[in-house]
C-alpha cells in the first residue's frame, strides 16, 4: 500500500466516523495528549504526522517566520495550502493548542484562529515532580470539562477505563512490532498506520505480527543497524529510504513514532485496581521520563536509554548498532542538546550522527552523502 | 561627536549604574573571595528570591566578565570613592563646558564605551556559544547566555532556573549542566495555567527552591529578609515605571531622545539582577528619576513635543542598539518598556499577603499568565497594552531571528495593531548586533516618512 492509497484510506475512515457522529480532534502535540480521554469522550483523535516539503513551509510564512520549526511550518502550511490528498483536514472539528514546545503553541494557534478550528487547551508542566503530577490532574479535569461541554454529556468512567485498556493493548503490540527482525521501513509503515488510525487497526496489526514474526529477513544480515533517535520521521518522508539505500536499517526508533508512544504502557494491575481513571493517566504522565518536553533530566534518560539499547543489541545481535540523531530545523528539544548527546555517547564508544534538515527538496543530496559517509565509517 | 555623552554625564546616577554594570567583576570577586559570599546566576528578572538570603549575591553572568573600562571611568570610580559620584558628575560637566578638546573627548569616549563595550561583550559572548557547539540557529538571547556560562558559569554555586513556556529557554536552562560546571541546578516550575490550586502548587515550588538555596546559604531562610527585599524590589519598580510613564511620554525631555534611549537600554540590562545589590540599585534609579525631574524642572533638555515616539520591542533578547540613534536622526524618539510589557515591573503584592512567597507566587502568576502568556493571543495584547498605555505614534517590531517564543507574533500583532491602535508598525530582523545597519536604516527611513 503506497501513501496516496493510505490516506485516502485515511480520508474514508474519517468520513465514516463522522457519518457516525464522532467528531474529530486534531493536535500537534504528541506527547501527554490523553488520546484515551478523547476517545471515551467519543470523539477521533488526528495525529499531525506528516511530513513537510517546500511548497509547505513556504506557506507558513505568512504567518511565522521561516526560522520556525520545519515541522511546525509544515503543519500550517497543510492547511494553508490543503494538498488533494490532505482534503480530510477539513473533517476537523477541534484542535488541541498545546505546550509540547513553543512552536507547537504557536502553530496550533495559528491553525485555530485562522483557519476556524475551535481550540481546545491543554498544557503540561516542564518539569517532572509531585507538583507537577497535580498539575497534570487539574488540566485532565479542566479537558474533561471542556469535552463534556462540547458533547453535552459527561464521561462515563466505566468507558474511561475501557479506553485505557484498549490504548494500553494497542502499544502492547505496537511494542512486540517493533521487537521484530525486519526492516526498519516496514516497521515505521506499520507504526504510522497505527498512529493514524489508533487502536481500531488493532485486528490488523496482530495479523501484520504474527505473519512478519515467520518471516526471516537473511538481506539484512548484510545491513548496518542503526537507532534513530531525537526527532520522528514523519508521514511521506523520504528519509528513511536514504537510510535503507545506503545500506543501513533502522531497528529502533526512539521518537515520538516509536519507543516514546508505545513504551506509555500502564501496568495491567494497576489498570484492574484503580478507582480512579485520572489516576491512571497521571502515573503514565509520571512514567514518561524520555520524552523530550521536560527538563531537566532529558539528556540523561535518552543517554542512559541509546546506552542500555546499544549493549542489549550488541549481546542480542552481535553487531554494532550507529545513532543517527535527527534533528529537524529549529528544533529547541533536540537541537539544543545535539552536541552534549553526540560527546557523551562517542565517549561510550557509540557511532554518532547528529543529521539536522529542513523537508526542502535540495537537501536530499547532502543528506544521502552524509548517511552514507556514516554508514561507510561504521 | 557622540550622540549621548554630553548629556549623560549631567547624570551621576547613570555613571553609577553604568559603573556598577561594568565593574561587576571585581564587585563580585570580592564578594565572593573576601567575603566568602556565594553567586547564583540569574537571567531574565528572576533574582529577587536570592535577596532572601545575606549571603548569597544574584549575578547576570555578563557581568562576571572583565570589561573594557575607558582608564578614565576607573578614575572616576576611583574618585567617586573619595569625593561622591556627585561632585565627579558636576567636575565632568564643568570641563565638557570649558570646551577643551582633549578632555572632552575623552568625556565623550567614556560613555561611548559604556554602551559599547556592554554590546561588544554580548557579541563575543554570542560567538562563543556557537563556538561550543550550540546551533546557530538559537536565538541571539540563548546563544549569548550559553557563551557566558561556558566562560563563567564556573563561578557559580547555582543557577536559578525558571521555566517559561519557551521551550528554547527551558532547554538552554537544562543545556547549562551538561557545559560541565559544577554549580547546582534549583528549578522553579511556573505553572503554564492558573487553574485549580495552580497558584497553591506553585508556592510549593517556590519554597522547595528556598530550601535548596537555603542549602546553599549559611543562613536559614528569614521571611523578613524576603519581605524586605520585596519592599525594594517593589520601589526599583515604582521609580522604573515613572521614568517609562512620566518621564518619557513627556514632551519635555531631560536630555535629548537618543541618551534617554540609551539609559532606558541600560535600565533593561541591570534590571536582571540589580546589578547585585538591590539596595544600591535602588538609590541609584531614585537618583535617576530626581536628577531627571530637577532638570526638566529647570528646563535643561530638550522639548520633544514634536518628535514621534516610537516604541521598540522587544529589545530583552537582543536587538540592534544602532536603532535609536537612527530614529533620533531622522527625528523620532525610542521608547523601551520590554519588563512592563512583560508586567515585571508590576508591584509583588506584600501589602495584602501575609507570606511574601506567596505574594512572589501571585506576581509571578500573573507575569505568566497576563504578560507572558501561554499563547501568542495574550503575548501580543501585552505588546498592544505597552503601546496603548505609552500612547506610541509607531512601534518597531524586533523579529529576533531563532525565537520561537516573543517575538515570533508580528502577524497576529500587526492584525490587531492595525484593528485596535491604526499606528504605523515595522518588523526588523535581527541576528546579531552590529549586521545589517545600513538595511536598517533604509528600511526605518521609509518608516519614519510616514511622520512627516
Not at chain 2, 36 to 64: G, H, Q, T, W
Not at chain 2, 79 to 98: C, H, M
Amino acid at each position: 500500500m503506497d501513501n496516496i492509497e493510505l490516506l485516502s484510506d485515511y480520508a474514508d475512515f474519517l468520513r465514516e466516523k463522522k457519518k457516525e457522529g464522532k467528531r474529530i480532534v486534531a493536535f500537534i502535540s504528541h506527547d501527554n495528549i490523553p488520546e484515551e480521554l478523547l476517545d471515551a469522550a467519543g470523539f477521533i483523535p488526528l495525529r499531525l504526522i506528516f511530513a513537510g516539503n517546500d511548497d509547505l513551509m513556504d506557506a507558513s510564512h505568512d504567518y511565522l517566520p521561516p526560522s520556525t520549526c520545519a515541522f511546525a511550518q509544515s503543519c500550517i502550511g497543510l492547511f494553508s495550502i490543503k494538498p488533494d490528498q490532505y482534503r480530510f483536514l477539513d473533517l476537523i472539528d477541534f484542535f488541541i493548542v498545546s505546550n509540547h514546545c513553543v512552536s507547537d503553541i504557536c502553530a496550533s494557534e495559528i491553525i485555530s484562529r485562522y483557519f476556524n478550528v475551535q481550540r481546545i487547551d491543554f498544557y503540561i508542566s516542564y518539569t517532572q515532580n509531585e507538583n507537577s503530577l497535580k498539575y497534570f490532574r487539574l488540566e485532565i479535569t479542566n479537558l474533561i470539562k471542556q469535552l463534556e461541554e462540547i458533547q453535552g454529556n459527561s464521561i462515563n468512567r466505566e468507558v474511561l477505563l475501557h479506553s485505557i485498556k484498549k490504548y494500553n493493548n494497542f502499544k502492547k503490540i505496537l511494542k512486540k512490532i517493533n521487537e521484530l527482525q525486519i526492516k526498519g521501513s516496514i516497521k515505521l509503515k506499520l507504526l504510522q498506520k497505527a498512529m493514524l488510525f489508533g487502536p481500531e487497526l488493532m485486528s490488523e496489526l496482530e495479523e501484520n505480527y504474527a505473519n512478519l514474526n515467520i518471516v526471516v529477513n537473511g538481506s539484512l544480515e548484510n545491513s548496518k543497524d542503526i537507532l534513530l533517535t531525537g526527532c520522528s520521521i514523519f508521514f511521506n518522508d523520504y528519509l528513511i529510504d536514504l537510510i535503507e539505500e545506503s545500506g543501513g536499517n533502522v531497528t529502533f526508533f526512539d521518537s515520538w513514532i516509536g519507543f516514546n508512544y508505545y513504551s506509555q504502557v500502564i501496568d495491567d494491575d494497576l489498570i484492574n485496581s484503580s478507582e480512579d481513571p485520572i489516576d491512571l493517566l497521571t502515573i503514565r504522565f509520571k512514567n514518561n521520563i524520555y520524552g523530550d518536553h521536560t527538563v531537566p533530566n532529558f539528556l540523561e534518560n535518552r543517554i542512559t536509554l541509546i546506552k542500555n539499547y546499544y549493549n542489549e543489541h550488541q549481546a542480542k545481535i552481535g553487531k554494532p548498532i550507529g545513532v543517527i540523531n535527527h534533528i529537524i530545523k529549529f528544533c529547541d528539544h533536540m537541537s539544543i542538546m545535539s552536541t552534549h548527546l553526540k560527546n557523551r555517547l562517542q565517549l561510550e564508544g557509540i557511532q554518532v550522527l547528529n543529521l539536522e534538515r529542513d523537508y526542502s527538496r535540495a537537501n536530499r543530496g547532502q543528506l544521502a552523502t552524509r548517511i552514507d559517509a556514516f554508514l561507510e565509517m561504521m | 561627536m557622540s550622540l549621548v555623552a554630553d548629556e549623560l554625564i549631567r547624570f551621576s546616577s547613570v555613571l553609577r549604574i553604568a559603573y556598577n554594570f561594568l565593574t561587576g567583576r571585581d564587585y563580585l570577586k570580592k564578594k565572593k573571595f573576601r567575603e566568602k559570599k556565594k553567586l547564583i546566576s540569574v537571567a531574565l528578572p528572576f533574582s529577587d528570591l536570592v535577596y532572601a538570603f545575606p549571603d548569597l549575591i544574584p549575578v547576570f553572568p555578563i557581568r562576571m566578565h572583565e570589561f573594557k573600562i575607558h582608564k578614565y571611568l576607573t578614575y572616576l570610580g576611583s574618585a567617586s570613592n573619595i569625593f561622591g559620584w556627585n561632585r565627579v558628575s558636576n567636575f565632568l560637566g564643568f570641563v565638557k563646558d570649558l570646551g577643551i578638546k582633549d578632555i572632552s573627548q575623552t568625556v565623550d569616549n567614556i560613555i561611548e564605551d559604556v554602551i559599547e563595550t556592554i554590546n561588544e561583550k554580548y557579541n563575543e559572548m554570542f560567538d562563543l556559544g556557537i563556538e561550543s557547539g550550540l546551533s546557530s540557529d538559537f536565538c541571539y538571547g540563548i546563544k549569548s547566555l550559553y557563551g557566558m556560562h561556558v566562560s563563567k558559569g564556573k563561578n557559580c554555586d547555582a543557577n536559578l532556573n525558571y521555566t517559561i513556556r519557551c521551550s528554547a529557554w527551558n532547554k538552554y536552562l537544562e543545556s547549562i549542566d551538561a557545559i560541565g560546571n559544577p554549580s547546582k541546578q534549583i528549578w522553579i516550575d511556573i505553572p503554564p495555567r492558573n487553574i485549580g490550586n495552580a497558584l497553591e502548587l506553585f508556592v510549593d515550588n517556590i519554597s522547595k527552591a528556598l530550601n535548596e538555596l537555603g542549602k546553599i546559604s549559611n543562613y536559614d531562610y528569614n521571611s523578613n529578609e524576603l519581605r524586605n527585599h520585596f519592599r525594594t524590589a517593589n520601589h526599583i519598580r515604582q521609580v522604573y515605571k515613572k521614568i517609562i510613564y512620566e518621564i518619557s511620554t513627556a514632551n519635555f525631555y531631560p536630555c535629548n531622545p537618543a541618551t534617554f534611549s540609551e539609559i532606558l537600554a541600560l535600565l533593561n540590562i541591570s534590571f536582571h539582577d540589580y546589578n547585585s545589590n538591590a539596595n544600591r540599585f535602588e538609590k541609584n534609579i531614585s537618583s535617576l528619576l530626581m536628577e531627571m525631574n530637577g532638570r526638566i524642572r529647570n528646563k535643561i533638555g530638550m522639548d520633544v513635543l514634536k518628535m514621534p515616539k516610537i516604541l521598540i520591542t522587544p529589545m530583552f533578547g537582543g536587538w540592534e542598539p544602532k536603532t535609536h540613534d537612527i530614529i533620533y536622526e531622522l527625528g523620532g524618539r525610542v521608547l523601551y518598556g520590554d519588563w512592563d510589557l512583560l508586567l515585571f515591573l508590576e508591584d509583588i503584592p506584600i501589602s495584602n499577603r501575609t507570606d511574601p512567597i506567596e505574594a512572589y507566587a501571585q506576581y509571578l502568576m500573573n507575569i505568566n499568565s497576563n504578560g507572558i502568556g501561554c499563547d501568542n493571543n495574550i503575548l501580543t495584547d501585552s505588546y498592544l497594552r505597552l503601546a496603548k498605555n505609552l500612547k506610541v505614534d509607531g512601534l518597531v517590531f524586533v523579529q529576533v531571528f531563532g525565537c520561537h517564543s516573543i517575538s515570533n507574533c508580528y502577524t497576529i500583532l500587526k492584525e490587531k495593531i492595525r484593528r485596535e491602535l491604526e499606528i504605523p508598525s515595522i518588523a526588523l530582523n535581527f541576528n546579531k548586533m552590529g549586521e545589517n545597519i545600513e538595511q536598517i536604516k533604509t528600511r526605518l527611513g521609509a518608516f519614519m516618512e510616514m511622520f512627516n
